[in-house]
């Protein structure tokens, strides 16, 4: 009677270490479980996915990722781990050159949005004398064949501060049918017409995303706006260009440099062209309007690594 009565509790304590073991298994698979969604997203990659027209991850190369296009030259330019995703480019004096239009063509007249997390500091010399001291950094160019200005230019006016200032300048430029307009955070009242960027200098990632709205005022007026770390920054008043509407013409690409910076391709004698020094990471452009969601998504996801 003591066998028959041992047997199935032992028999008991063999299931119940074999139920232990697969329980303990599956609770450490942790790599299964999905992170919670950021603004509805789960990576960068989502957001205005269906309108994404270019994406530079600058993760070990200056290859743009959706069209597989290697540049066609660059100069000054290493990746290293660090970047707000994975790598990023450290430019020294550098630029990466496309002689197509990467990624494929916007139109005239319509929505778009670029993004890009970017590191710089000021550079101005107390004392110093423009242009050969203080100068601005221009880190994405749709560039216009032969001229220094493109279609779209996004630049940091690095040389309105001095060095030792964590003050940052943005400034962003589209060309119209007759010239060029811009907008910037700075000029007038602090707080109220624009927002100021505490990130110059400090060895911080900001991330700066630039819209264009054809219809974003009365009638035709175009509404050109610039956001660091999702809050809008750029001058208010300069953000109606009325009619002035964006004019495509066929693209080139430069990333952190003007035409001046490529050999060969010097178009003006200007000396303030200098190529960038700082960093750039996660460089992407749609044909739409980025949402304010959209944008702050953006910039989450991106603070979060993915």
């Not at 790599?31 to 997203?41: E, T």
């Not at 100068?135 to 309105?160: C, K, M, S, T």
């Not at 050109?224 to 001058?235: K, T």
């Amino acid at each position: 009677m003591k066998k028959t009565a041992i047997k199935p509790i032992f028999q008991i304590f063999i299931l119940g270490g074999i139920f232990s073991v697969l329980v303990a298994g599956n609770c450490n698979k942790n790599d299964d479980v999905p992170l919670p969604q950021i603004g509805g997203y789960n990576n960068s990659n989502e957001v205005g996915a269906l309108n994404l027209k270019a994406y530079w991850p600058l993760d070990g190369n200056g290859t743009e990722s959706k069209s597989g296009t290697a540049p066609t030259s660059s100069a000054g330019v290493t990746y290293a781990a660090g970047g707000v995703k994975g790598q990023a480019g450290t430019f020294a004096n550098g630029y990466i050159y496309f002689a197509s239009a990467v990624g494929g063509a916007l139109t005239s007249n319509q929505p778009f949005t670029v993004s890009a997390w970017v590191q710089a500091a000021n550079n101005q010399i107390p004392g110093g004398t423009p242009p050969a001291n203080n100068h601005p950094y221009q880190y994405f160019q749709l560039a216009r064949p032969a001229q220094l200005f493109g279609n779209v230019n996004l630049l940091i006016e690095a040389g309105q501060y001095v060095i030792a200032s964590d003050t940052l300048t943005l400034k962003s430029v589209y060309s119209d049918a007759g010239g060029l307009q811009d907008n910037i955070n700075n000029y007038g009242l602090a707080g109220t017409e624009y927002k100021v960027v505490k990130k110059g200098g400090t060895g911080q990632w900001i991330h700066v995303v630039t819209t264009y709205n054809p219809a974003g005022g009365t009638g035709a007026q175009s509404i050109f706006r610039i956001y660091a770390d999702s809050a809008l920054v750029s001058n208010i008043n300069f953000e109606n260009r009325g009619a002035n509407s964006f004019v495509y013409t066929p693209h080139e690409v430069i990333i952190g440099g003007w035409y001046n910076n490529i050999p060969g391709k010097t178009v003006t004698a200007d000396t303030w062209t200098t190529a960038f020094t700082g960093k750039i990471d996660e460089i992407r452009v749609w044909n739409k309007l980025l949402t304010q969601a959209e944008i702050n998504a953006l910039y989450q996801l991106g603070k979060a690594g993915r």
